[in-house]
C-alpha cells in the first residue's frame, strides 16, 4: 500500500554535504511516521534518524548527531535528510522507512518499519 521513493545522493569529498530526500507515494493518505536508515558494505543496517508524525520530535544516531539534520516537507510523508560535514565513515547505501504511528513519538527500531524504499548511494571520498 505504501511506497517510498528516495532521492539524492551522489559522490562528494570529506567536508562536503548531500542531501536526501523521500517521499510516499501519491496514492497513501495516512500521515506516517518516519525514519532514515543506512548500511556500509560488510555492515548491518543501522539507525540514522526518525522523526514523528508531525515533525515536532526528530532523534538522531549519535554517530551523526549535529551534522545531519532530518525534515518533514509541508506535503504529507515528505522528508528530508541533510548530511554535513560527510566522513568517509558515512558512505552507505541510505534507506527511507516508513509506518503507522501508533504515538505522537519517533521509532528508532529496524523492525518497527513495514515500509522501506529501495535506498540510495552515498558515497564520502577519503
Known amino acids: 500500500q505504501v511506497q517510498l521513493v528516495e532521492s539524492g545522493g551522489g559522490l562528494v569529498q570529506a567536508g562536503d554535504s548531500l542531501r536526501l530526500s523521500c517521499a510516499a507515494s501519491?496514492?497513501?493518505?495516512?500521515?506516517?511516521?518516519m525514519g532514515w536508515f543506512r548500511q556500509g558494505r560488510g555492515q548491518e543496517r543501522e539507525f540514522v534518524a526518525a522523526i514523528n508524525w508531525n515533525g515536532g520530535n526528530v532523534d538522531y544516531a549519535d554517530s551523526v548527531k549535529g551534522r545531519f539534520t532530518m525534515s518533514r516537507d509541508n506535503a504529507p510523508n515528505t522528508v528530508h535528510l541533510q548530511m554535513d560535514s560527510l566522513k568517509h565513515e558515512d558512505t552507505a547505501v541510505y534507506y527511507c522507512a516508513a509506518r503507522r504511528p501508533l504515538s505522537p513519538g519517533v521509532y528508532r527500531g529496524l523492525h518497527e518499519y513495514p515500509y522501506w524504499g529501495l535506498g540510495v548511494q552515498g558515497t564520502v571520498s577519503s
Open positions: 501519491e496514492r497513501t493518505f495516512e500521515v506516517l511516521a
